[in-house]
């Protein structure tokens, strides 16, 4: 476990270092950590597979975790603001 904890961290850090540049280039927001905002990332990441392994009604198909994920993605490139009201 404890290997996969610094597996996990590494890849956080990596990630961090991104954002970072990001924020500095001006392509992400400044205001967010990039240590908080990779670890955020990550987490919601992390728990969107774990749906499958939840039993009942607290779990999702492959299909609907695929979907869930999409939307994750569009949320995080394009924000939650509706791009319409914006024009």
């Known amino acids: ?5 610094r597996l996990t961290q590494a890849q956080n850090s990596r990630l961090a270092e991104v954002l ?25 990441l992390n728990g969107l597979p774990s749906l499958a392994w939840r039993p009942g009604s607290l779990g999702a198909d492959q299909k609907t975790i695929d979907r869930l994920l999409a939307v994750y993605l569009m949320a995080v490139r394009d924000g939650l603001r509706d791009r319409e009201q914006d024009r």
């Open 1 to 5: 476990m404890e290997r996969i904890a």
């Open 20 to 44: 970072g540049e990001g924020a500095r280039s001006g392509s992400v927001r400044a205001d967010l950590d990039p240590d908080d905002l990779a670890t955020t990332l990550w987490a919601a």
